[in-house]
Structure formats: C-alpha cells, structure tokens
C-alpha cells in the first residue's frame, strides 16, 4: 500500500489548486525581446550602453560582490559617491544606500520603530512598508488610502488617549504602484510637523520618473528634517539597491541611528559595487529631457487607452508613468497578458492579492526611449486585447 503524502505535500498541492481555480497561478518565465510596457526600467537606462560600460569596468576593477555587510569591510569607496550623488540629485542632506529597496524600507522602519512608537500606514502601502511595520514591534494603524481626514483622526487619537505614543511615523509612497496616484505631500508633511511626526515617502515609482526628478524635491520638502524618503535603484536607474534619504538639521543624527540599529543594514550583504557604480552612471543620465520624454510618452499612453470606448471608463490614470486598466476577472487579465506577450508585447497583469480593491488590471508602464508611431500601435494591440477578453 502507498505511503499517504506527507502533510506538506498535501498542503503544497492543495494552495496549488485554489491558485488555479482563482486565476492567479505565476510564474517567473524569462522575458524575450518584446515591446516593453511592463518593466520600471522608466527611463529605458538599464541597458544604456554608458551604464552598461560603467558596470563593466567596475566589475573588473572591484569585483563582482562587496563581499560583506557595510559595517563589516563591505563599504566601497563607490557606496559613499553613490549616497552623495543621491543627495544632490535629491537635493537631500544624507543618504544610507542598502542592497534593494525592500530591505531599504525594511531597515528605516526597524530602526525607527518599537514600543513607544506607532506608525500610521497607508492602506495601499507597498509591502515592504507593511512587512516592515509588522516587523518593527511598533503599534499600527491604517489610514484609508489618499484620506488626510483619517491620517488627521488617527494622530489626533493618538494625542487624545493617555496611553499614546510618544513617537509617530506617518507612512505613504509619492506615487503608489498599482493606482498610480500620488500623496498630497505638502499637506501631509505640514500635517505631520503640526502633530510632532515623522513623515516616510517612499519615492520608489518617483525618484527619477517625475519632473525635477523627485517628488519630495517638488514638494519643496528636501530640506525638511521631519521627512524621510526611501527609494529603490532598480526602476528608473535601471540598476539595482535600494537608499534612505535625509534632510534637515536632522539628517546626520537619523544616519547614524540607521547604521547602528538597522538590521537589513548591518546583517545584510552590502550593495555589489558594480550596482553601485551603474546606478551613479545612470543618475548622470536621468536628465530633465529624459525625464520630459518620460512624461509625455506617460501622457500619450493615457490619452490612447482612454481614446477606445470600451476602455474609456476603465483606465486609471496615474500621476507618473504607469497607468493601469480593470479587467473583468483574473482569468481575462491573464489571458490578454499571455496572449500580448505571444505578440509581442509586455504588460504587466496585476491580480489579488497584489491589488488593493481586488480588481484584476492591465498595468501599462511608459518608457522615455519609446518613439510615438511605435507606442501607438502597441497600444492598439493592447485595447483590441482587451476587447478579445471582454
């Protein structure tokens, strides 16, 4: 007689079926050559031949690997020009560059967090915010999405109950990954310094993919020592690492509480310096002109999605350069992404649990190297997709 499957099996094999059933089995397939409305490469510099040319020479110059955590000999030279370039591109006071940035905002939170602490979340937070949330042994609170007044009710809550924390974290991202809308920063961050809080902005879809290249700077926040911003390396820089980003009077003291008490910084593995050296290559590329181009190639894609009927009223248009579509269930997002990669074209297909609201969506992601006429008939392909799926 057989042996009955192990649990573990059974368990694997039955998460298995519910993922099919659902619509949301994934896989990690290697990409081909394809028309790309799907990666974060914005600025289209992952491939640059100048970034490319940078990483090599660092690799034969440095190695491939720091070869330790920073605070163990994994600090290059390279580390330090990277976090000072940040800084100026930024215009921000100090940097800490980590190895991705998951482990970036895993690590600011960490650090900042624990009793006595409470960290107001939005609630369509990346999840690395929220992982790292849970992970800080901070108090915890949600603030419906985008709503000032609840981010208003509950740090005035917490003023009111005689058992408050002392220490508050407000917790948003300047544009946020699926909706592509944006925080209202000024008024977050004056709302913030009223209540003695700290505010965190995640510029991971805005560092370099907005004009004047950061949302925090178009804020007119950069010199503000109550934010803090983190952002990642490998969207628009077309790299990879991830970095804290400082300012004010504040900045040295925040740094310094981060190298000594952030676990991602000090356990990790440090950034390979061949990442490093290509993410400062490619910050010297994020020029005002690509920048512009990414913006308006951004503007055709919404003006072409909305220009189809029977998309008009289903895009969701976003404040940087990705837009998204809602797709009836699943099963039709899938479906039209397997059938545009047959022809093609890469989209990205975003289903629960990676959206917020639980509608399944087309996500289209605009790059500065596109050229108009090319984008146009992508995006048709994409719209009589849709249509086929409906």
């Known amino acids: 007689m057989a042996e009955p499957a192990p649990r573990w099996e059974t368990w694997l094999g039955t998460r298995a079926r519910v993922r099919e059933l659902r619509g949301l089995q994934r896989n990690d397939a290697p990409r081909g050559r394809v028309f790309d409305l799907a990666s974060n490469d914005y600025l289209g510099l992952a491939g640059h031949r100048q970034v490319r040319r940078a990483a090599a020479d660092a690799a034969l110059e440095h190695g491939a690997g720091a070869g330790a955590s920073r605070v163990a000999g994994g600090t290059f030279a390279v580390h330090r020009e990277l976090e000072a370039g940040l800084c100026s591109y930024a215009h921000r006071q100090s940097a800490l560059v980590f190895s991705s940035g998951y482990t970036a905002n895993l690590g600011v939170l960490g650090a900042l967090g624990g009793p006595g602490s409470l960290f107001i979340i939005d609630a369509h937070a990346h999840a690395s915010l929220i992982d790292g949330a849970k992970l800080s042994a901070s108090a915890v609170a949600t603030a419906a999405h985008n709503d000032l007044e609840d981010v208003t009710r509950l740090l005035h809550a917490n003023r009111e109950d005689p058992q408050g924390k002392p220490r508050v974290l407000v917790v948003v991202e300047s544009i946020y990954s699926v909706f592509g809308d944006a925080a209202a920063l000024p008024k977050l961050a004056a709302l913030c310094a009223q209540y003695g809080a700290l505010l965190l902005v995640d510029e991971a879809h805005s ?70 050296v290509a993410a400062l290559a490619a910050l010297r590329l994020a020029t005002p002109e690509r920048l512009a181009a990414l913006q308006s190639n951004a503007r055709l894609v919404f003006e072409q999605l909305r220009s189809y009927s029977h998309l008009a009223d289903r895009v969701d248009a976003g404040a940087g350069a990705v837009h998204s579509v809602r797709m009836s269930s699943s099963a039709a997002a899938f479906r039209a992404t397997a059938k545009l990669a047959a022809a093609g074209i890469a989209v990205a297909c975003f289903r629960p649990p990676s959206v917020p609201d639980s509608i399944s969506r087309l996500r289209l992601t605009a790059h500065a190297q596109h050229q108009g006429p090319e984008l146009e008939i992508a995006i048709r392909t994409v719209a009589r997709t849709i249509a086929e799926e409906d």
């Open 207 to 276: 560092l370099g993919a907005v004009p004047r290249g950061s949302a925090v700077h178009a804020a007119g926040l950069a010199g503000a020592s109550h934010v803090l911003s983190t952002a990642t390396l490998s969207k628009a820089l077309g790299s990879q690492g991830g970095a804290v980003l400082l300012g004010g009077s504040g900045a040295q003291a925040l740094r310094e509480q981060l190298v000594n008490a952030s676990r991602t910084f000090i356990f990790d593995t440090g950034l390979s310096p061949v990442a490093a």
